[in-house]
C-alpha cells in the first residue's frame, strides 16, 4: 500500500477554491479532531448527538479531566458555541470558543446545541494520509462530515486523494484502526467503489459503455459506442450525442409512496429507503421521530408505534406524550426544592401533580390524592375518584355528553331513570390508561377536615361577637330618642318634681280645665 504526505500549501487553485466553496456548503456539518476527541459542528438535539456518537463508533465525552479539557480547548480556538458532552436528569454542556474561557453547563436535554463532543478509543483513530508533493487530500466522515485542519481522524473517515489537474481520484482510503485502500470488502460501503461493488470477487463494477478506470474504483467515460449498439441497457437512456448511454432518473416520477421512504437515485436504476426520523424494520419504515423528544430519553415500541415511556415513579403525561410527570397513587413524595432554613419550618417550596394536595409535617412533604368526588358535585349522577382525577358515569336510558353531563337517550322508559346501573361508554379517564382504577375515597389527610370545621367555627363565633355588638350600640343609641315628634301638639308635658301642699293648691287654681268655659 502507497502512502502519502498531505500537503495544503501545494494545492492549485482550482481545488483551493473548490475546496471553499465544499466548506461553506457543508458549513453546519465541519468536524475538527485532536487525539481522540473530535469536535462536530452540526445543530442536534442530545439524543440525536448521542446517536451520531455511537454510530461512529465513539460515545459522548463522559468525564472532565485534565487531557480532555486541554484537548477541548484547542479545538474551540476558531469555534464558537455550545456542544453536548454527556447525560444525566439535566445534560451538559460545554460553552465558549473564539478566545472566550470554556465553561461546563448543564442544558435540557430537548435543547438544540451547535454540536458535539465525542470520544474514541485511541487505537481505532488514523493519523494524516500522507501524499506525494501536488496531490491534495480530502477527510470526509460517512455520516457527511468534513474533517478539516486535523491531525487524527475517528474510525469509518473517507479520505479521498486527488493528484493536480486529474479528473479522478488517484485513490480512496478508509480509516479503521489504520487506513484501508479500496476497493475492499463489498459489504462496508461498496467496498469504496463509484459505481457497484462484485460482491463474488470484491472489486468494482462498471455500467455498459464505461470502462474501469486504474484507480480500480472509479468508472470512466465512454469515448464511444460502437454503431452495432442500437439501444440502452434498462435504466439508461441514449444521450444526447447518439452513441452513448446515460442514467435515467427514476425518481422524477416518485416511485417510492409507502409512508416515510424517500427515493435514491443509481445509476441504472433506483432504490426506496428511509427518510430521516424513520427506521427500516421488517421491510417498512418506521416513524421513531418521537424518540429524540422524549423527555427521559427512552423510547419503546409498543403495539407496533414507537412511544415515549418514562423513568420508574414517572407516567407519561395524557397531556404531552413527550413528557412525564410524576405516577402518584394515593400518596407520594413530593418534589421540592432543598433550603435546609425553611425545611425547619415547615416551608420548603414543593411541588404535587395536579389534583393532589401537599402536606408538609416534620419536614416531609407528600403529595395526597384529593377527591374530587367527596370536595364537590362534580357529575350529574355518579361520580367515581380516580388517582389523580375523576370519571363521570350515568345511570341506565341515560349517556354522557361531555365529560360531566348526563342526556337521556331517546326512547328510554322513566323507569329505566331511576335505575342505578352505569350505563354507556364513559370519556377518557381524567387520568392515564395504565393507571388502576379505584372506587375508595383518596387518603386525605385528617387535618384537613377538621382544620375546614375549626374555621368555619371560628367563623360563626366572630359573626356572632359581631352581631352582639351591633345590637348594644343600636340600643344605646335608642335609649337616647325623644318622641317630640309623634306627640300631639295639645298634649302637656309635666315635669315630675317635689312640690309643697301650698304650691299645688296654688297651681290648681292658677289653671283652668280643659272643659271649664272660659270667663269673659
Known amino acids: 500500500m502507497l502512502f502519502f504526505s498531505a500537503s495544503m500549501n501545494l494545492i492549485t487553485p482550482t481545488l483551493f477554491f473548490c475546496g471553499l466553496f465544499l466548506q461553506e456548503a457543508a458549513a453546519s456539518q465541519r468536524a475538527r479532531c485532536s487525539g481522540d476527541l473530535c469536535l462536530f459542528q452540526r445543530s442536534a438535539g442530545f439524543n440525536a448527538a448521542e446517536r451520531e456518537c455511537q454510530e461512529s463508533d465513539g460515545q459522548l465525552v463522559q468525564s472532565g479531566a485534565d487531557d480532555q479539557m486541554t ?44 454540536g458535539f463532543l465525542c470520544l474514541y478509543d485511541p487505537s481505532s483513530v488514523c493519523s494524516a494520509v500522507q501524499s506525494a508533493g501536488g496531490n491534495f487530500v480530502t477527510y470526509s466522515t460517512s455520516r457527511g462530515f468534513v474533517v478539516l485542519d486535523s491531525e487524527t481522524f475517528p474510525p469509518g473517515t473517507l479520505a ?38 462484485n460482491k463474488t470477487a470484491n472489486t468494482c463494477m462498471c455500467p455498459p459503455a464505461h470502462s474501469l478506470h486504474h484507480n480500480n474504483i472509479s468508472c ?35 416511485p417510492c409512496i409507502e409512508e416515510g421512504e424517500h427515493c435514491v437515485n443509481l445509476d441504472g436504476g433506483y432504490d426506496c429507503r428511509c427518510a430521516d426520523d424513520f427506521i427500516e424494520e421488517d421491510g417498512r419504515c418506521v416513524n421513531i421521530s418521537i424518540c429524540s423528544l422524549c423527555e427521559h430519553m427512552k423510547c419503546d415500541k409498543i403495539s407496533g408505534v414507537y412511544q415515549c415511556v418514562c423513568n420508574e415513579g414517572f407516567r407519561v403525561s395524557p397531556r404531552d406524550p413527550t413528557m412525564c410527570e410524576r405516577d402518584c397513587q394515593r400518596e407520594c413524595p413530593a418534589i421540592c426544592n432543598p433550603n435546609p432554613d425553611l425545611e425547619k419550618k415547615d416551608m420548603q417550596q414543593c ?17 395526597y390524592d384529593i ?46 331513570e331511576g335505575e342505578e346501573e352505569a350505563s354507556g361508554s364513559p370519556p377518557p379517564i381524567l387520568a392515564p390508561a395504565s393507571t388502576p382504577i379505584s372506587l375508595q375515597p383518596a387518603a386525605v ?44 301638639r295639645d298634649i302637656d308635658i309635666f315635669y315630675l318634681q317635689q312640690i309643697t301642699t301650698e304650691t299645688y293648691k296654688r297651681l290648681s287654681f292658677d289653671k283652668p280645665f280643659k272643659n271649664e268655659p272660659q270667663r269673659v
Not at 454527556?86 to 442544558?107: D, K, Q
Not at 361520580?383 to 363521570?392: A, I, K, T, V
Not at 358515569?393 to 360531566?404: F, H, I, P, S, V
Open 160 to 197: 479521498l486523494v486527488v493528484p493536480r489537474n486529474a479528473h479522478y481520484p488517484d485513490s480512496k482510503y478508509l480509516c479503521l484502526s489504520h487506513w484501508l485502500q479500496a476497493p475492499w470488502t463489498c459489504e462496508v460501503l461498496e467496498g469504496g467503489c463509484d459505481h457497484e461493488c
Open 220 to 254: 470512466a467515460e465512454p469515448t464511444g459506442v460502437p454503431s452495432e449498439i442500437q439501444g440502452c441497457p434498462r435504466g439508461y437512456k441514449l444521450a444526447a450525442d447518439g452513441r452513448s448511454c446515460e442514467d435515467v432518473n427514476e425518481c422524477a416520477d416518485d
Open 71 to 114: 484537548a477541548l480547548k484547542r479545538l474551540m480556538i476558531d469555534v464558537s458555541g455550545r456542544f453536548w458532552l454527556h447525560g444525566g436528569p439535566n445534560c451538559t454542556a460545554v460553552s465558549g470558543g473564539r478566545g472566550r474561557n470554556v465553561t461546563v453547563l448543564s442544558e435540557p436535554c430537548r435543547s438544540t446545541l451547535d
Open 371 to 416: 377527591d374530587e368526588c367527596e370536595a364537590q358535585a362534580m357529575c350529574d349522577h355518579q361520580c367515581e375518584n380516580l388517582f389523580g382525577g375523576f370519571r363521570c358515569t350515568c345511570r341506565k336510558g341515560y349517556t354522557l355528553q361531555g365529560k360531566e353531563k348526563c342526556v337521556r337517550l331517546q326512547g328510554a322508559s322513566e323507569e329505566e
Open 445 to 488: 389527610p385528617s387535618y384537613v377536615k377538621t382544620g375546614s370545621v375549626l374555621g368555619i367555627t371560628v367563623f360563626l363565633g366572630l359573626c356572632v361577637v359581631l352581631l352582639v355588638c351591633v345590637v348594644r350600640t343600636a340600643a344605646r343609641r335608642c335609649g337616647r330618642l325623644t318622641l317630640n315628634s309623634l306627640k300631639p
Open 351 to 367: 411541588f404535587c401533580p395536579d389534583n393532589y394536595i401537599l402536606d408538609i409535617r416534620e419536614g416531609t412533604a407528600t403529595c
